[in-house]
């Protein structure tokens, strides 16, 4: 059964086929895939794809992914969620996106302190890391503020139409 989990402002759930053309909305925005690691899409049926691929990563237990919904109004705003999920290490990446119609009101911010306590209390997690693009100040500076340490700089490790980026490592971990 996939968790359902809510903050002060938010309903973190399952993504579900319907929230397709919601994610198609904002992942076929350059501004929103320029640090992600993938060209925008193109057509609606590659986040219908991706909508499935988060469904049988969580039955596979390889990763977990969240809709982000606001509690007054339903729908979804953005993903968030764990990536390279191995349940063996005790160790998983926390990856999230966000329609800019919503950037810098702390929605984020907000579904990252929850999505870590559960990582941490429920699924026994004993690190998350996270990967972020340079470039992407806002998110570097996000997740310093939600207590991950930068761990290093891990040169031409992502490609974004066929040019290598350096990236920042961060971790959070059970001390």
């Known amino acids: 059964m996939f968790p ?7 309903v973190l759930r399952e993504v579900v086929p319907e929230d397709a053309e919601n994610i198609y909305a904002y992942f076929s925005n350059e501004d ?27 039955h596979n237990k390889r990763a977990i992914r969240w809709a982000i919904e606001r509690k007054e109004k339903a729908g979804l ?5 764990f990536n390279l999920w191995q349940p063996l290490h005790k160790r998983a990446e926390i990856g999230y996106e966000l329609h800019p119609d ?7 911010s907000e579904a990252i302190d929850r999505v870590v306590e559960y990582g941490f209390n429920e699924l026994g997690l004993t690190r998350i890391g996270a990967i972020v693009y340079l470039e992407n100040v806002a998110s570097n500076q996000l997740l310093l503020k939600n207590g991950f340490e930068l761990e290093g700089k891990l040169r031409n490790f992502m490609y974004q139409n066929d040019i290598a980026y350096d990236v920042n490592m ?6």
Request: aromatic residues 16%; charged residues 20%; neutral net charge.
């Open 4 to 10: 359902i989990l809510e903050t002060e402002r938010l």
């Open 32 to 58: 929103v895939t320029k640090h992600y690691g993938m060209n925008a899409f193109t057509d609606l049926q590659e986040a219908e794809a991706l909508v499935q691929n988060f469904a049988t990563s969580f």
């Open 77 to 81: 705003i953005g993903t968030i969620g």
């Open 102 to 108: 919503f950037w810098r009101l702390g929605y984020v």
């Open 170 to 175: 961060f971790s959070k971990v059970v001390r």
